[in-house]
């Protein structure tokens, strides 16, 4: 296992299109976390699972946000009918069950509405 | 809620001049204090991180931090900077040992000339 992997890495949609995007955690790792990041930007928290439990939304999660993990493995991150203001890169995390803090960033997949 | 603030979103150096990355935070626990590296189109790499061990913290591609609370700040060094090092360094906290929600700066763009 190589590290956390997102897919796709770049993605440009039509305004009011859906998207979906996936992220696949390193493989021993129970806790996986959604940032958006914005040109010029650090990352802003959106959600947090603990294995498949969504335990955390940031209140930058709007209702046309939704992301799963459905059984504890992979999760997705879905943006239904796309704005403009939803461009930027969204990065993917994982960590440990250990008591280690560490997140461990997959390379992120850019959004571009157009 | 916790906060980062990193002094000058632009820091330049010479190529073997000493690297000043400021970073301020304010939290109402005892914070755990990062340190990542994003090159372009890429995600994020932990240089290094405080989790209320050793004060002084070291990190990959010889970068160090010292955690002071008096001062609430977690400034990021390295003595002699190398073109390589040319990327946006971001300064992150979090206030859970449980889990990871970072919370995070704005990024300092740290150029390297020859």
């Known amino acids: 296992d190589t590290g956390v992997s997102q897919d796709p890495r770049h993605k440009i949609t039509k305004r009011g299109q859906n998207v979906t995007f996936r992220c696949d955690p390193i493989?021993?790792?129970?806790?996986l976390y959604w940032y958006r990041q914005t040109l010029g930007q650090g990352p802003e928290f959106l959600t947090y699972?603990?294995?498949?439990?969504?335990?955390?939304k940031s209140r930058l999660l709007s209702n046309r946000f939704s992301a799963e993990r459905p059984k504890g493995s992979f999760s997705t991150l879905e943006i239904q009918r796309t704005e403009q203001g939803d461009s930027a890169m969204y990065l993917c995390a994982s960590s440990s069950p250990t008591p280690s803090t560490e997140a461990f960033f997959g390379q992120g997949t850019r959004l571009t509405v157009v | 809620a916790q906060s980062v603030t990193q002094l000058g979103s632009h820091v330049s150096v010479s190529e073997g001049a000493l690297v000043l990355l400021r970073c301020n935070y304010s939290?109402?626990?005892?914070?755990?204090l990062f340190w990542y590296v994003q090159y372009p189109n890429q995600g994020l790499q932990l240089l290094l991180k405080?989790?209320?061990?050793?004060?002084l913290v070291k990190g990959i591609n010889g970068f160090e931090a010292e955690f002071k609370k008096s001062e609430t700040s977690f400034h990021l060094t390295k003595p002699s900077a190398h073109m390589s090092d040319a990327a946006e360094y971001f300064c992150a906290v979090s206030v859970n040992s449980g889990y990871s929600t970072l919370t995070f700066g704005k990024g300092t763009m740290l150029l390297v000339s020859p």
């Open positions: 405080y989790t209320s061990a050793a004060t």
């Open positions: 493989s021993e790792h129970n806790r």
């Open positions: 699972f603990q294995n498949e439990a969504q335990l955390e």
């Open positions: 939290s109402s626990v005892p914070p755990y």
